[in-house]
């Protein structure tokens, strides 16, 4: 988990913990949160909760985040606890697989053209993503869509628009390392969902992994991740995620 792609600034980082502070986005939470490399006990989260809560509230976030170290187990007492506190709790899983999987030639596979985003396809990128990013908030959707319209052609991560029989239909953002792509974002409109569109976009990402290993992170708790078991990627770890999304709760 380590090694998956934050965008956000780093405001300070030690053995301990990296906190993300990013002022110009201050609504959108992985931008804004501490990542812990160490388990803390409840008393120093505690203390870390409130010198949070200072910080955030001097910059305009209204929210709270924590993600816990890598395949750290949390006991019915942190999870009491934090419940306790107004935070949700969600489990993200880091899956991987290899590009070949998807490069087997299959005639009756869907084709769809996936286009890198500039000034001619970005209105098409933020139309589909728009659908993503509603559930979570107005000031979260107008905030992320000026920051993508202000840095779309800034990289990492490259960012794509699928289209099928010329609709753009799907996103994807893609980081691009050494050894690995990483896709994040990544997401088909539901009308089109269950049609073979989804796995005919990550084959033109195997393509483009150049025999990469491709990794992504999925949601413990969405059906999305059963999806990617039988397209056959590997489960390789997992890490808790409190998030309280309004500190005035």
Request: glycine letters at 6%.
């Amino acid at each position: 988990m380590r090694d998956i792609f934050n965008d956000g600034t780093i405001e300070d980082q030690d053995a301990r913990r990296t906190i993300y502070l990013t002022s110009s986005t201050p609504h959108t939470f992985y931008k804004n949160t501490w990542v812990y490399h160490e388990m803390p006990d409840f008393e120093t989260w505690k203390r870390d909760c409130a010198e949070q809560q200072r910080v955030h509230q001097q910059q305009g976030s209204s929210h709270l985040s924590f993600t816990f170290p890598e395949n750290c187990e949390l006991g019915d007492t942190w999870q009491d606890e934090l419940k306790q506190e107004g935070f949700q709790l969600g489990i993200l899983e880091l899956y991987a697989v290899e590009p070949d999987t998807f490069l087997e030639l299959n005639p009756a596979q869907k084709k769809v053209q996936l286009a890198q985003v500039d000034h001619e396809t970005l209105e098409d990128y933020i139309e589909v993503y728009r659908e993503f990013s509603e559930p979570f908030g107005r000031e979260y959707t107008e905030e992320s869509i000026w920051e993508l319209r202000e840095n779309y052609e800034e990289e990492p991560p490259s960012r794509f628009v699928a289209y099928f029989n010329q609709q753009p239909v799907g996103i994807v953002d893609v980081i691009f390392t050494n050894s690995t792509v990483e896709l994040d974002g990544f997401g088909v409109l539901e009308s089109y969902q269950r049609q073979g569109i989804g796995r005919a976009i990550q084959r033109e990402i195997a393509r483009l992994a150049e025999g990469r290993t491709m990794i992504l992170v999925a949601d413990g708790e969405d059906t999305a991740k059963d999806m990617y078991v039988k397209q056959g990627y590997v489960f390789l770890s997992y890490t808790y995620q409190a998030l309280k999304e309004s500190m005035d709760e």
